[in-house]
């Protein structure tokens, strides 16, 4: 009996790949009793033997750089490999790491409080929850009707996402929610807008397209809006000025309720004002939700909060019971006491001035490169420490940057709706230097693709001018 035929007959019919598929596993060192040697071989071999497919990576070599990278430790804005060689971490893990990899002062006060304890019920209390809420509110400007601010404790952004449209649901009992056109708020089915009925707004439309939305598609109803102040997954299009506001106050009059999305952008990482939504480029006004994002954890533990009024906390409270936000996910206090210092210290080591001053050297060493090497790189755009740099090219160009600046020790990712932008989001601890490294490898990499160009266009010419002298000058 084989897998295939275990299969009803009726959806074999559907599946013919499975019957030349083999589930063993996967031969890549060409020996059928491989016995591997070095601690490389070994993990790769672990990986190939024991490990879902979804993580595993293509083994490859890019100018002597083996792939995938097996890290062995981090320091700061630094990553090792196996080998120790120093790579530049211009991703901050999927922004997870706000301070720096392996803090010491966070590392420290980590291993003291796995020495007293690391989880608890939420039945029980520890010091850390109020601390930790006090100095997020502390950050957040006051309600104009003096209303005060409570935190909620989860454990992912997804879920910080997904309980603040609960809570909305608790207040409203309208079912239209809206979010910007391709805005990413986590993968789930109640807050992804790619399986969810959420109604998408084209904010490059202008406020018009809301408002013309709100009157004549839902006729006035609305339950709330969410919207991600940086557009991170919007290519970091960035919105106008007045947008918020605007929008904001349209779902006000309709008994909405206000979201913003501060997962991927807060705790400093666009500048000094510490929150995206509170940039200078914006107006400035106060939303009823504010969700923040695993950076609290600083990669050591997961944790992501929800700032709310405290009515909504209460409505949600006395309305909807979820074991899914009352269990030990909110309370564990290895995780609270890591946020409690991640926050002491981005504001004792001056990080949101930092990503600030950075984040501007960074755009004016970028802006020149796209200057000088125009048929490469097109722009970049973004805040503080949170930016990409677009390509002149698809995909494939993107990735073929990131692989050669992978080779020359610096790590990012493309990313975008089209997959041509690169990550220059790097830990908010980033020197000077740093951004020089990649300035200049990005130089370097932009010289040798504009060569090749250069050697590919002579080629098509020489090719076309020997055809005119075969065929006759007719032929052009």
Partial sequence: MTLFSLIPRNTQKLLPHLQKTSFAVPNVWGEKDFSPKNKRDKILYGYQKYVSSYLRRDIDDIDGTRLPIILEKGKGQYLYDENLRKYIDFTSQNLNISCGHSIRDITEVACRQLLKLSNHHSDFYNEEIPKLAKKIIHKLPPHVDGEDWVV??????????????TMSKCVNKSHEIFTLKNSYHGFNQHNNVITSSFIRIDCQKGIEHLENVLTFGTFGKANSIIIEPAQLFNDLNPLSKNYMVEAFELLKDCGGVTIIDETMSGLGRTGKNFWAWRNDSFQKTVPDIITIGEGLGNGISTLAAVATRRSISEHYSASYNDPMYTSTRCTNPL???CAN???DYI???????????KGECLQRSMLKLCKEYPEIFKGVRGMGLLRVLEINGDKEMAIHIKKKLLSLGIITDSCGLNGNLLKLQPPLCVEYKDIDNVTKS??????????ELCIDGRNKWTKKINEVYEKGYGSF
């Fill in 347 to 357: 504001k004792y080591e001056r990080l949101s001035e930092n990503s600030e001053n």
């Fill in 152 to 165: 909620h404790f989860v454990n992912s952004s997804f879920e910080a996402n997904n309980l603040a449209i």
């Fill in 335 to 337: 995780s609270l006491v």
């Fill in 341 to 343: 210092k991640v926050l």
């Fill in 442 to 451: 990005l130089k370097k990499i932009g010289e040798n693709l504009l060569n």
